[in-house]
């Protein structure tokens, strides 16, 4: 699956907007995630979660584009994302009925990317992509989201 060279630079022009003071810095996330999920087929819920500033290793739910989740608080260590924060790295799974630590979101998500997003070289957030397509994620993936990362690092709390 293919992405569009254009979605980086739109979700690039976004973040610079709100960098510069042009709009409230949720808003630009949550628009991140729609642009994403938007314009990117096989992204069918895109989110991010926040590192919780006030109980340790726990992850926040933020803004996100896509069907409600019950998951609005995530230990470290469990599920997809709580992996990413506790190893403060990627974590891809292309087959997530394969993953003995997985919270299910939907019936539907049969893969997922969590990348973490890192700010003055300290854990801040995660960025989380649900799909409905079996493996779904390339490189083309990864350099969108990992660029994606640095750039919305600044407008985390």
């Known amino acids: 699956m293919t992405i569009d060279a254009s979605i980086a630079e739109e979700v690039e022009a976004?973040?610079?907007?709100?960098?510069?003071?042009?709009?409230i810095p949720g808003d630009k996330l949550r628009s991140v995630c729609k642009v994403l999920r938007d314009r990117v087929g096989h992204y069918d819920w895109v989110g991010f979660y926040f590192v919780d500033p006030n109980e340790d290793g726990m992850l926040v739910l933020g803004p996100y584009s896509g069907a409600p989740t019950e998951h609005i608080r995530i230990p470290f260590g469990r599920g997809i994302c709580g992996q990413a924060a506790s190893a403060g790295k990627l974590f891809l799974v292309q087959d997530v009925s394969a993953e003995r630590?997985?919270?299910?979101?939907?019936?539907?998500?049969?893969?997922e990317i969590v990348l973490p997003v890192f700010r003055e070289g300290r854990l801040v957030g995660e960025l989380d992509i649900d799909s409905h397509s079996l493996s779904p994620f390339d490189d083309t993936d990864r350099a969108l989201l990992e660029t994606t990362c640095a750039k919305v690092a600044p407008l985390f709390p």
């Not at 976004?14 to 709009?23: H, R, S």
């Not at 630590?101 to 893969?111: D, G, P, Q, R």
Request: aromatic share 10%.
């Open 14 to 23: 976004l973040i610079d907007k709100a960098i510069f003071g042009e709009g």
């Open 101 to 111: 630590n997985y919270l299910s979101c939907s019936i539907e998500v049969k893969a």
